[in-house]
């Protein structure tokens, strides 16, 4: 395995753009993790979100993976030089801050409600007055707006994009560049510069959390995200199903390879439950989430049932519980506990 020294010296050569020194030598490596074949590296660079810093991160990448690792994960942030008062240098207004806290919500299938979890999540927390951004990251499957009952598109000015807010939720979704739900056929590089794009030149402002939405499985889009944020926290969706827990383990441990820390499984259709009588019955069978919590020992956050939130005619949002509601209110504790972890 690869030492951090080893990585030290591989990544000497390469200049910081704007400095003209080595980012070794200019202290640019503010902190790194090497794991099996896969090192995470925090790089403050003096220009964040410049076009620059794509070019150091490419030179970075094929650097390191020349030398025969296999993953590489990047953070950067704006670098603090202190001025002639002893203040840092102001950073800039695009992209996430460095203060905001990444969730990733993933699942080893589709179909199993992700994206359900996801929205209401992320209304969760804004009813518990946290500010909130939410990325739809599936990109081929794209639904969020839909969902959140969003009908209107991110307002340009200049060169600055400002994501649309419903909910007190702040969403950018690859929905506000297609047109007419069309199928988007795109390889893996062009996804990955799509996702670049949504972190890094949308004016997102100050957030506490920043939700995204993942594709399913563990495919090109996944590994994107786990690479460009290695340090996100995780949460994993599955149903009771023992085959669909099965699939989702997969999930948790590409979590676990690339060091994201698992805040534990939501389990989607736990159980129907009739408004007649108040019984429960296990559609789907019982122990999945159990069984996922055991092998990627973490906990249970909630067991969502089945159902269908209140339809709205002034307020329409067809995936969007009310926060009085049954199911809501598991959401809102969904969201309690999530605060509390972070």
Do not use: C
């Amino acid at each position: 395995m690869m030492t951090e020294e080893q990585v030290l010296e591989l990544l000497k050569p390469i200049q910081e753009p704007f400095l003209h020194k080595s980012i070794v030598d200019a202290d640019s490596i503010k902190e790194i993790k090497v794991k099996e074949n896969y090192v995470s590296l925090k790089i403050a660079i003096t220009q964040a979100n410049s076009p620059e810093q794509m070019q150091l991160q490419q030179e970075i990448v094929n650097t390191l993976k020349s030398a025969g690792v296999e993953s590489v994960g990047l953070r950067f942030e704006q670098r603090q030089e202190q001025g002639q008062q002893g203040q840092p240098q102001q950073t800039a207004e695009k992209g996430v801050s460095n203060q905001t806290t990444f969730i990733s919500v993933a699942s080893g299938k589709g179909g199993v409600g992700k994206s359900t979890v996801s929205v209401n999540l992320a209304t969760s927390l804004a009813r518990e007055g946290k500010r909130v951004g939410l990325i739809d990251a599936d990109i081929y499957g794209f639904s969020v707006p839909d969902m959140m009952g969003i009908a209107e598109r991110p307002k340009v000015a200049g060169e600055q994009i400002f994501p649309v807010e419903r909910f007190g939720v702040k969403v950018i979704s690859m929905a506000f560049f297609v047109e007419d739900n069309a199928p988007v056929i795109w390889r893996g590089p062009m996804l990955g510069k799509m996702l670049t794009n949504f972190f890094n030149d949308i004016e997102w402002g100050d957030l506490d959390y920043m939700i995204l939405d993942l594709p399913p499985g563990t495919g090109d889009v996944a590994l994107d995200v786990h690479k460009m944020l290695p340090q996100s926290k995780e949460i994993i969706v599955t149903t009771p199903h023992p085959t669909a827990a099965f699939v989702a383990a997969r999930a948790g441990a590409m979590a676990l390879k690339t060091d994201h820390d698992i805040l534990g499984v939501v389990e989607n259709m736990a159980y129907y439950e009739s408004k007649k009588t108040g019984e429960k019955e296990y559609v789907f069978g019982q122990g999945g989430a159990d069984k996922l919590t055991e092998e990627l020992q973490t906990e249970v956050l909630g067991r969502i049932p089945l159902g269908q939130p209140e339809m709205r005619e002034d307020d329409f949002a067809p995936s969007v519980y009310l926060e009085d509601s049954k199911i809501g209110k598991i959401y809102q504790e969904i969201a309690r506990k999530v605060i509390q972890k972070t």
